[in-house]
């Protein structure tokens, strides 16, 4: 691949579009990701007006990696609403095939745990993952996940067989300071 200069931002509503482009080719392009293109089905005018709404709210990023004007990777932590269940916030990280093994994926995730550290809401971050997946398993071990749980025939794969699906999470630890 030729030299690309990668740009991490928030996503806007403008974006909308451009991140489902993306998002359907990785569906097409690897069954790791949890959604298919059914689950993808959303019409972009929905997506704009969640992703506003989702702006205004403390609990929720979506950030995008850009190469020039393509949207070649999508990261996000959301949580709930739900007093009870606040504190954790659920990460999901997804990056077009051609971009793999170029460290996009560390460079989002270092993102998203300094975001998770800033926020005064995430106690614990949590994903689910193919447990075929090993390039992710590796990235998120490297940045302090494990394994709680093991999901027997958590997934399908695109031929019909069962999958194991990996539940990983890390703790947040925020520090007053001195």
């Known amino acids: 691949m030729e030299e690309f200069d990668v740009t991490i931002r928030e996503a806007q509503p403008e974006d909308a579009e451009n991140i489902l482009k993306m998002m359907h080719k990785v569906a097409k392009e690897t069954e790791f990701l949890v959604m298919d293109d059914v689950g993808l089905s959303i019409s972009v005018a929905f997506f704009k007006e969640q992703i506003r709404q989702l702006q205004e709210s403390m609990n929720y990023l979506l950030l995008i990696a850009l190469d020039k004007e393509q949207v070649i990777g999508a990261a996000s932590i959301r949580s709930s609403d739900e007093k009870r269940l606040s504190h954790i916030g659920e990460l999901g990280i997804s ?10 994926g560390s460079i989002l995730m270092e993102e998203l745990i300094t975001w998770a550290q800033e926020n005064d809401q995430l106690y614990r971050l949590e994903l689910d993952v193919q447990s075929q997946n090993q390039r992710a398993v590796h990235l998120y071990k490297k940045f302090g996940f494990s394994v709680e749980a093991v999901k027997k025939r958590g997934a399908r794969g695109d031929d019909g067989r069962f999958l194991d699906v990996l539940l990983m999470s890390k703790f947040i630890d925020h520090f007053e300071a001195d």
């Open 95 to 104: 990056i077009l095939k051609e971009y793999w093994s170029l460290g996009l």
